[in-house]
């Protein structure tokens, strides 16, 4: 079975530019994380869904980050504008329904704003 | 708030021998304890997991032993190999949220 799918792998842009990432989580999951991994600040959730609702953004970091799942294969992280702050490896993971079931993490894609 | 301590930073050990990396969380009401393996470039894959209705699980070289009472939990490698070198996370939620530890950089010297 195909794991959790994101894209790009690695970002570069410069300050200022929109910044959208991609995830397609695994087949019949309910839930889809969206996590930020820096080394100062590990792993940090930064807003999850379940049947395509954002049920919790407290982790959002600004209003310039939005999260967006149209349907059940597809989500979106957009960062506008972007800043060199927001650099970071931005992890997607999925899972099925019930408290307790383990999240599959996709590779991550590494973003570097300039 | 919420918070998952997790020692040692760093971990050398020798292949063969046995790696212990030890975790404590804040929220008594956590409930779910998963562990982490991520290696350079890749996402975190879950390798092993507990519920706080089991004090013990056992997966091969891998084991997880829970405390409640102490709120601690402890992941346990034996016969170590080199591709056991990674950075390992532990977790706690009692919701969907997981409260992630800092990290446990493993080093297997062959």
């Known amino acids: 079975d195909a794991g959790v799918i994101q894209s790009p792998r690695h970002e570069v842009t410069e300050m200022g530019q929109e910044v959208t990432l991609r995830c397609k989580p695994i087949?019949?999951?309910?839930?889809l994380f969206w996590y930020r991994q820096t080394m100062m600040r590990g792993l940090e959730l930064l807003i999850y869904?379940?049947?395509?609702?954002?049920?919790?953004d407290s982790g959002m970091p600004e209003d310039r980050f939005s999260a967006k799942m149209p349907n059940a294969s597809f989500s979106t992280l957009k960062i506008q504008p972007s800043e060199p702050r927001d650099s970071a490896v931005y992890f997607c993971a999925s899972a099925t329904e019930g408290v307790g079931q383990p999240q599959h993490f996709g590779d991550g894609t590494r973003l570097s704003i300039l | 708030g919420e918070n998952v301590e997790q020692h040692p930073s760093t971990l050398s050990v020798q292949e063969g021998d046995s790696a212990v990396i030890k975790c404590t969380y804040s929220?008594?009401?956590?409930?779910?304890f998963p562990w982490y393996k991520q290696e350079l470039g890749k996402g975190p894959q879950l390798i092993i997991d507990i519920r706080s209705n089991v004090g013990e699980k056992k997966d091969q070289r891998i084991a997880v032993t829970l405390n409640k009472t102490a709120k601690h939990f402890s992941l346990h490698i034996t016969e170590t190999q080199p591709e056991d070198s990674a950075v390992y996370f532990c977790?706690?939620?009692?919701?969907?949220?997981?409260?992630f530890g800092t990290g446990t950089r493993l080093k297997v010297l062959a």
């Open positions: 869904f379940n049947n395509n609702v954002p049920i919790d």
């Open positions: 929220d008594s009401a956590s409930n779910y």
């Open positions: 977790a706690a939620s009692k919701t969907y949220k997981y409260i």
């Open positions: 087949s019949g999951h309910d839930y």
